[in-house]
């Protein structure tokens, strides 16, 4: 069968890898597929100075993407550039030229994903993104296709592999956020502005195209509930270990009776959990299931060739289906729009809770939270104090029995106003096992 031509646009982190296996896997990828997938152009704005394996042979190289894009012998377009900008307009410009298109561009799949996957339908072109996601786990395959049959009830996930190194070397050494934040940079996890990471946003891109797969809605990132880890410290870790729990950043999205409650937030979850042993700069995702109930899947979220895998591998789904002839029909992102999945407000989620207060220490502060809590109606579960060397910045800690969202967000509101506080409380949700 005649060779399916690829074009790259985007030639770092992830370009470098895809190329990189590409050329040194291309004969086990030929054998699997019954053709050659050969690299036929390659653009990036500094392409003159980029090495390439030479066992792509003769490439044509671009540093305009217009000409990979309109270059009538490629079939297939690679769109690793990242960002919203002029990743949205290559992929519109490969639609608009009948090319497929694989993408591992999160945030524009998050945006703008319902889109592009309807244009894409349109043009009878094929469209594959399971880069976007936890990098190395495949888990747009699962949900398309794996576990389809089922009708996912609610799904959890670890997906920032930066946040959650920064947690776990916490929890690990005592370190503080700040310090484990520095090291982060220094190895090359989290970029120079790690906002990104640390307050949640990148995981929220993520978990937006993960709840669109899995729950057949159009979700974008202005339906989740974001909070960082910036908050987080130390002692947390050993507050939430009395409780046998530990602190991730966690990905929710679960169906209630009111509709889909989405966030990205650090929580509780107890530490028999398997969510709890995902360490380091891993990601992993745990799928209910209505009928199949649990499955569980673990992996690197991130890095040139875990990446370049995911790439890879849907450049081979998308050559079949060019040399099968088969375009893509459905979107994944909005199949059929029962409504039955709408998203709601954080605000009616229900969870015991985990308030963490730090006190200039003086008489009657128990009494005070306590007082506050009541007039919300939520019940006090325990109070925990470890020992502290200072009076004036005195750690302790109140759990709370299942309660609104709501309920939480007006009372830390309350609590807030209070002098002895040296900042307003932190509330963190404690997740049931999963
Ligand atoms: N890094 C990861 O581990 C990872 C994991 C999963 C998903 N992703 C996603 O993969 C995508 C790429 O990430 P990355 O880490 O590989 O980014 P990166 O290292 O910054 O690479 C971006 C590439 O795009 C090129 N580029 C930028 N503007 C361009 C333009 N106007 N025309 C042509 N080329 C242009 C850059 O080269 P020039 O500056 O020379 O043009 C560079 O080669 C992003 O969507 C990211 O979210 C990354």
């Given at each position: 069968m005649r060779d399916v031509h690829v074009g790259v646009v985007g030639l770092g982190n992830v370009g470098q890898g895809t190329l990189a296996i590409l050329a040194a896997n291309a004969d086990q990828i030929a054998l699997k597929l019954g053709f050659r997938l050969k690299v036929t152009a390659v653009c990036s704005r500094?392409?003159?100075?980029v090495n390439l394996p030479d066992e792509l042979g003769h490439v044509t190289r671009t540093a305009d993407w217009r000409e990979v894009v309109s270059n009538?012998?490629?079939?297939v377009v690679a769109e690793l550039v990242g960002g919203t900008g002029v990743a949205r307009e290559i992929i519109d410009g490969a639609t608009a030229h009948g090319k497929s298109i694989v993408t591992a561009n999160k945030e524009l799949m998050a945006l703008a994903g319902a889109e592009i996957w309807d244009k894409a339908i349109k043009s009878k072109i094929n469209l594959a993104m399971e880069a976007s996601v936890a990098g190395g786990i495949p888990i747009h395959a699962v949900l398309r296709e794996g576990i389809s049959g089922d009708r996912v009830v609610a799904l959890a996930g670890i997906l920032n592999g930066t946040s959650n190194y920064i947690l776990t070397e916490m929890e690990r050494r005592g370190e503080s956020f700040e310090a484990m934040l520095a090291e982060a940079q220094a190895l090359g996890?989290?970029?120079?502005?790690?906002s990104a990471d640390v307050d949640g946003y990148d995981a929220r891109s993520k978990l937006a195209i993960l709840s669109a797969l899995a729950f057949g809605e159009r979700i974008t990132p202005s339906d989740i509930f974001v909070e960082g880890?910036?908050?987080?410290?130390?002692q947390d870790f050993d507050y939430a270990h009395q409780l046998r729990h530990t602190i991730r950043l966690v990905c929710g999205a679960v169906q209630t009776e009111r509709g889909l409650i989405l966030s990205v937030r650090p929580a509780l979850i107890p530490q028999?959990?398997?969510?709890?042993?995902?360490?380091?700069a891993y990601n992993a995702v745990w799928v209910k299931g209505h009928f199949g109930a649990d499955t569980f899947y673990y992996g690197r979220g991130a890095g040139s060739n875990p990446t370049g895998v995911a790439v890879v591998s849907d450049l081979m789904r998308v050559a079949r289906e060019i040399r099968s002839g088969s375009p893509e029909r459905v979107s994944p992102f909005a199949h059929e729009r029962l409504g039955e999945y709408k998203p709601v407000p954080i605000t009616f989620q229900h969870r015991p809770y985990y308030l963490r207060f730090r006190v200039d220490d003086r008489p009657g502060i128990i009494a005070a939270l306590a007082g506050i809590l009541s007039a919300k109606k939520i019940g006090l579960e325990a109070v925990l104090q470890l020992p502290c060397d200072t009076k004036h910045d005195l750690p302790f800690v109140i759990t709370v029995e299942p309660s609104s969202e709501l309920a939480i967000q007006e009372a830390v509101a309350e609590m807030s106003k209070l002098t002895f506080l040296r900042e307003p409380p932190l509330a963190l949700p404690m997740e049931p096992p999963l």
């Open positions: 500094g392409v003159a100075s009538p012998k490629v079939d996890y989290a970029e120079a502005d790690p880890i910036r908050r987080i410290t130390a028999s959990t398997i969510l709890a042993s995902v360490q380091g």
